[in-house]
């Protein structure tokens, strides 16, 4: 262990770590700088001098863990375990995030589970929301084919309904008065929903009340898989589509959502959090003559990958399937379909993956996490 001018350097268990001083004064957990009851920050980040520095630093390898004594005489200490777990020293990779799998038309199968083992038991909801968060879809049989069931699955599960400009519980059948091409019997290209809000809602479920057409096959894709591939291959395209914005608009006759974006969101570290696409919505693109060309490039690579199949599941669902999609990752569409072969009825509603992750920390037991200190 050995400190430099504005940082410590430490190896634990065989691996080498550095943490700035003020980082260390900053995330101190004891009593005088936290709230005991919550966990909460008590002391206040702008008032720890810029240029703060140890006196001591001294590694007890009985109890695992760094004291350091502050040049106020104030005592911090963290456990070997807590450094390890928020070392930010290691260097950073561009990919999907821990536990997140990449998926294509002959990986992974999308994950299926019985209703009420989601609704009724923690270990079948914690199977589901585990699926959503790894591969970023699941479909749920059984479903009562009840209108609005999909509010109260979502109320079974501890989540909560996203309001938009449009119906909250949004029903999609062939209506020749519709205002969205869902509403026909066309093929639906992959698309995510809801691309003209500057969020888009980040869950979508899809609940079949009743689903006898001929055709209509359900499609998902896996939008972080193309990217992850066109970062590889074209890594210009990738960055042109980060860069570029699109503008994306649907509305009815009483309603109206506008939002211009880049097709893609990037989180600090590189890796991929948001994805839109909907062609089908898309507007006029509006970017500087110099750009519009590496646009068009990119945006065709992208979706002649999309299109062609290598990136897709395909399936025929049936009445009481309720399909959950990641919005921000996962494309969804359907093949066409003839409308008068039977009834195709489904009803969907959008939810924030924060919510559903939120409910997995929680039936995980992981949403309170240990503190520097904690087990001294």
């Given at each position: 262990?050995?400190?430099?001018?504005?940082?410590?350097?430490?190896?634990?268990?065989?691996?080498?770590?550095?943490f700035?001083y003020?980082?260390?004064?900053?995330?101190?957990?004891?009593?005088?700088?936290?709230?005991?009851?919550?966990?909460?920050?008590?002391?206040?980040?702008?008032d720890?001098?810029?240029?703060?520095?140890?006196?001591?630093?001294?590694?007890d390898?009985?109890?695992?863990?760094?004291?350091?004594?502050?040049?106020?005489?104030?005592?911090?200490?963290?456990?070997?375990?807590?450094?390890?777990?928020?070392?930010y020293?290691?260097?950073?990779?561009?990919?999907?995030?821990?536990?997140?799998?990449?998926?294509?038309?002959?990986?992974?199968?999308?994950?299926?589970?019985?209703?009420?083992?989601?609704?009724?038991?923690?270990?079948?909801?914690?199977?589901?929301?585990?699926?959503?968060?790894?591969?970023?879809?699941?479909?749920?049989?059984?479903?009562?084919?009840?209108?609005?069931?999909?509010?109260?699955?979502?109320?079974?599960?501890?989540?909560?309904?996203?309001?938009?400009?449009?119906?909250?519980?949004?029903?999609?059948?062939?209506?020749?008065?519709?205002?969205?091409?869902?509403h026909?019997?066309?093929?639906?290209?992959p698309?995510?929903?809801?691309?003209?809000?500057?969020?888009?809602?980040?869950?979508?479920?899809?609940?079949?009340?009743?689903?006898?057409?001929?055709?209509?096959?359900?499609?998902?894709?896996?939008?972080?898989?193309?990217?992850?591939?066109?970062?590889?291959?074209?890594?210009?395209?990738?960055?042109?589509?980060?860069?570029?914005?699109?503008?994306?608009?649907?509305?009815?006759?009483?309603?109206?959502?506008?939002?211009?974006?880049?097709?893609?969101?990037?989180?600090?570290?590189?890796?991929?959090?948001?994805?839109?696409?909907?062609?089908?919505?898309?507007?006029?693109?509006?970017?500087?003559?110099?750009?519009?060309?590496?646009?068009?490039?990119?945006?065709?690579?992208?979706?002649?990958?999309?299109?062609?199949?290598?990136?897709?599941?395909?399936?025929?669902?049936?009445?009481?399937?309720?399909?959950?999609?990641?919005?921000?990752?996962?494309?969804?569409?359907?093949?066409?379909?003839?409308?008068?072969?039977?009834?195709?009825?489904?009803?969907?509603?959008?939810?924030?993956?924060?919510?559903?992750?939120?409910?997995?920390?929680?039936?995980?037991?992981?949403?309170?996490?240990?503190?520097?200190?904690?087990?001294?």
């Open positions: 262990m050995k400190g430099a001018e504005d940082h410590l350097e430490l190896t634990l268990s065989g691996v080498s770590m550095r700035h003020i980082w260390l004064r900053d995330n101190c957990g004891c009593p005088e700088c936290r709230v005991a009851q919550s966990g909460e920050r008590r002391l206040f980040t702008a720890i001098p810029r240029h703060v520095r140890p006196v001591e630093t001294v590694f390898a009985e109890n695992r863990s760094l004291l350091i004594i502050w040049q106020d005489g104030h005592r911090s200490r963290f456990r070997d375990v807590w450094l390890a777990r928020h070392d020293s290691r260097p950073r990779t561009v990919g999907p995030g821990p536990g997140r799998r990449l998926w294509t038309a002959q990986g992974e199968t999308i994950p299926s589970f019985d209703h009420d083992e989601v609704v009724g038991s923690t270990s079948g909801q914690l199977a589901y929301l585990d699926a959503i968060h790894d591969l970023g879809a699941a479909i749920v049989r059984g479903t009562p084919s009840m209108s609005h069931e999909v509010e109260r699955f979502t109320a079974a599960i501890g989540c909560h309904v996203r309001e938009t400009a449009f119906e909250r519980v949004h029903n999609v059948r062939h209506d020749a008065s519709g205002y969205n091409v869902a026909t019997a066309l093929e639906l290209k698309h995510t929903d809801l691309p003209s809000y500057h969020w888009p809602p980040s869950i979508q479920l899809l609940h079949f009340l009743v689903n006898e057409a001929q055709g209509g096959e359900s499609t998902v894709t896996d939008g972080w898989a193309v990217l992850s591939d066109l970062h590889d291959h074209d890594p210009e395209a990738f960055e042109t589509l980060c860069r570029i914005p699109v503008t994306f608009q649907l509305f009815s006759a009483e309603e109206d959502t506008l939002a211009s974006a880049p097709l893609v969101q990037l989180a600090p570290g590189g890796e991929v959090v948001g994805f839109r696409y909907s062609n089908q919505l898309a507007l006029p693109v509006d970017a500087a003559f110099d750009d519009v060309s590496a646009f068009y490039d990119a945006y065709q690579k992208l979706g002649a990958m999309i299109g062609g199949g290598e990136y897709t599941q395909e399936f025929k669902t049936q009445s009481g399937d309720l399909l959950t999609v990641h919005g921000h990752r996962v494309l969804h569409g359907r093949r066409a379909f003839d409308a008068a072969s039977g009834d195709r009825h489904l009803q969907d509603a959008y939810l924030e993956y924060d919510d559903l992750m939120a409910r997995r920390r929680v039936l995980h037991g992981t949403h309170i996490p240990p503190g520097p200190e904690e087990g001294l």
